[in-house]
């Protein structure tokens, strides 16, 4: 997933619908996010690419909204109900996520077995 | 309202001894034509504005002004022309107060000083004249430990001359209500040093006709010895100790509310008083009683209260009552005079930005009508003669389209006491001769400046009153409070000690300042 700067970036995505919990007053989601243009991309344990900037999920509560629909631990948030997160701040991103007025998310996230898997559907016939 | 206090009020006393006949001589000059000349302005047409009685009281000082300049002015008395207004009466107390001769009071302390200091640096001379002149021939030879005695003794007066000169002769500047008690306990010391030297000189030495020369010489160098350390003494208690800041005064005017912070040392009540009036002159923006009041009209609409009438027969506990029960009237009455004071205040606001602006551009327009003239650039053209003015007459010539907009702009803010047509081109004159521009020009005109700006119009001394619950040689102290009066207004003084300070020291090692990116912050969605 390393990308040149200056030419589009090309991913194999997989898309999850996420619906939002009531939890009290707030609409939660389920995991954590970490990453972002204003962090420090050395820090991310989870990017192949240690100067990858990008939106990563690092925690999955269990049993919650996302972990339902299939997101992991790790995986690569490229954009969220077609805003993109491949170069947005922080809490940019927290922002889009978190919007009290969508019950519904839809991510496009990407990780490394997605890759593999294509491969592998590639190569047999 | 005999307010018309501000310049016209301070008194005459000048502070100075000698230079002092000058300025009052030419001050006195200048008082005479100024009562004439306002009696005479006194005698034309009134028209009374409601609620602004200060005001026009000032423009009756017509002095030097030529009150056609500009556009005619309005004056204003209370009376007709055959009585004596108010104003006229608090004038004439004024003026004569002022014409008390110089105080005796004054010269009192310096002179003595001055005599006693005068008789302590003769006497060691007179200790070694005196046995020559007297018994010259019985006097033991001394060579030269002597004349090193005598050279020191010459230079040790000589310092003491200087340093006298230096700390001891300076005018006065102000005269204290009671006396100043470091400077008596230095006077009474003195005399009480020297008088016993010399008790001593008398008995011991001019009795018996001492012939040990020497131990004479020795005497008078002691003496001296013990003069510059008193004069060290003096030093350290009149100049010295009060230099280590100790309180803060919080100086307050009465009129108006204007304040300030001073840092002072160890004073007596007096001398912090005179220190604060010092810093008052050039701190405090000038008084003008003319800024004061809310206009009468928002103010009157609160007269027109309620009439109580009270039914009842017994009329015991009447006053109380009814005066209580039209204040909670009036309170509950709802009044919209904030209102008023609200847009009056920014109506004003928009009148004194639209004069400025009027005279900004009428100063800046004025001053592009002259240039000054270079020495190279004397011998011009016979085509073009131009005239060579010097300073004043090129200030006048410019005054002219100025003088209109700068009028207004005055009576608009209210300064037009405090600047006469003749103070406006003699400050011009002053502008163009230093080459300022006219923003410079303007300054004096568009802040209020210190009081001090404004000393020359009516010059001399001020006449001030110390109001105090305390002695006021007592030191000062926490929570002390004092005031200081003139005519019209006061200054409140309060004091306050300064915090002591614990000062703690953290050492960082300049190596020690090193960065990482934050962390990955992870937040929870």
Known sequence: MAFVPGQPVTAVVERIEIQKLFQGENLILGFSIGGGIDQDPGQNPFSEDKADKGIYVTRISPGGPADVAGLRIGDKIMQVNGWDMTMVTHDHARKKLTKKSEHVVRLLVTRKSLEEVVKHSMGRP | ?525
């Open chain 2, 1 to 525: 309202m005999d307010n018309d206090s501000q310049y016209s009020g301070y008194s005459y006393k000048s502070s100075h001894s000698r230079s002092s006949r000058k300025h009052r001589d030419r001050r006195d000059r200048h008082r005479s034509k100024s009562r004439d000349s306002s009696s005479r302005g006194d005698k034309s047409v009134t028209i009374q504005t409601p609620g602004e009685p200060l005001l026009d009281a000032e423009s009756t000082r017509g002095d030097d002004r030529d009150d056609n300049w500009g556009e005619t002015t309005t004056v204003v008395t209370g009376t007709s022309e055959h009585s004596i207004s108010n104003e006229d009466l608090t004038r004439a107390t004024k003026d004569l107060e002022d014409s008390t001769p110089l105080q005796c009071k004054r010269f009192v302390g310096p002179v003595l000083g001055g005599c006693l200091s005068f008789f302590a640096l003769i006497t060691p001379l007179a200790f070694l004249i005196l046995p020559q002149v007297l018994w010259r021939d019985d006097l033991d030879t001394c060579g030269t430990p002597c004349e090193g005695l005598y050279v020191s003794l010459a230079f040790k007066l000589l310092v003491l001359l200087i340093s006298s000169w230096a700390l001891f002769l300076r005018p006065p500047r102000a005269t204290l209500p009671r006396f100043f008690v470091f400077r008596c306990l230095l006077m009474v010391l003195v005399f009480l040093f020297v008088a016993s030297y010399w008790l001593f000189y008398g008995v011991r030495v001019l009795e018996p006709r001492e012939k040990d020369y020497r131990g004479i010489v020795e005497y008078a160098a002691s003496l001296v010895d013990a003069l510059l350390f008193i004069q060290y003494l003096a030093l350290v208690l009149l100049e010295v100790r009060h230099l280590q800041p100790a309180f803060c005064l919080k100086v307050v005017r009465s009129a108006d509310g204007a304040s300030k912070f001073y840092n002072v040392g160890h004073l007596s009540i007096q001398r912090a008083a005179v220190w604060v009036l010092d810093r008052y002159y050039s701190d405090f923006p000038v008084y003008n009683p003319a800024l004061l009041n809310l206009p009468k009209s928002i103010l009157s609409k609160k007269m027109t209260g309620f009439k109580v009438y009270s039914l009842d027969e017994n009329t015991t506990n009447n006053s109380t009552g009814q005066s209580r029960a039209m204040i909670a009237a009036a309170a509950r009455r709802r009044d919209n005079s904030h209102n008023e004071y609200y847009y009056e205040e920014a109506e004003m606001e928009r009148r004194i930005r639209k004069r400025k602006a009027r005279l900004v551009v009428a100063v800046e327009e004025a001053f592009t009508h002259i240039k000054r003239l270079h020495k190279d650039e004397a011998t011009s053209s016979p085509k073009h003669p131009r005239e060579e003015m010097d300073p004043r007459e090129a200030a006048q010539a410019i005054f002219a389209p100025m003088a209109r907009a700068m009028q207004k702009y005055l009576r608009t803010t209210r300064q037009q006491a405090f600047h006469s047509m003749e103070s406006i081109i003699s400050h011009l004159q002053f502008c163009i001769t230093h080459n300022m521009t006219p923003k410079a020009f303007l300054e004096r005109y568009l802040t209020p400046g210190p009081t001090m700006q404004y000393q020359q119009q009516t010059g001399g001394g001020r006449q001030w009153t110390l109001v105090s619950e305390e002695p006021v040689t007592s030191a000062l102290r926490q929570g002390l409070v004092f005031s200081l009066r003139r005519l019209d207004f006061s200054l409140v003084v309060t004091v306050t000690p300064l915090p002591f300070l614990r000062l703690g020291e953290e050492f960082i090692d300049p190596k020690s300042h090193k960065f990482v990116m934050r962390l990955q912050s992870e937040t929870s969605v």
